[in-house]
Structures are given as C-alpha cells and as structure tokens.
C-alpha cells in the first residue's frame, strides 16, 4: 500500500492535468500553451505509476 505522502503526491498531479486539460478546451491554445509542457510531463508520469 502507498504511503500519505505519496497518495496526496499523486492527487495534486491527477488534479493539475484534468484541470490543464479543462483549461485547454476553455480557453485559446495561445493563451493555455504555457502548460503544455508541464501537463505531459505529469501524464508521462501519471502513466509510469500505473505501471
């Protein structure tokens, strides 16, 4: 079993890439592109730690 701090770790991640991925469907690419990067980042991540 994963410990509390690794749980919560992966809730913030799991939190910030749905709402990247709200914010790219709601608003211009141009204005949403800074977090790109950073939202697949954490789904490559989110990805390993599944497997």
Do not use: H
Not at 10 to 38: C, T, Y
């Amino acid at each position: 079993m994963a410990n509390p701090a690794e749980v919560l770790s992966l809730f913030v991640v799991l939190e910030f890439v749905i709402m990247s991925a709200v914010v790219l469907v709601l608003v211009p690419l141009e204005v949403a592109a800074p977090i790109i990067p950073l939202l697949l980042v954490f789904l490559v991540v989110l990805q390993k730690y599944r497997s």
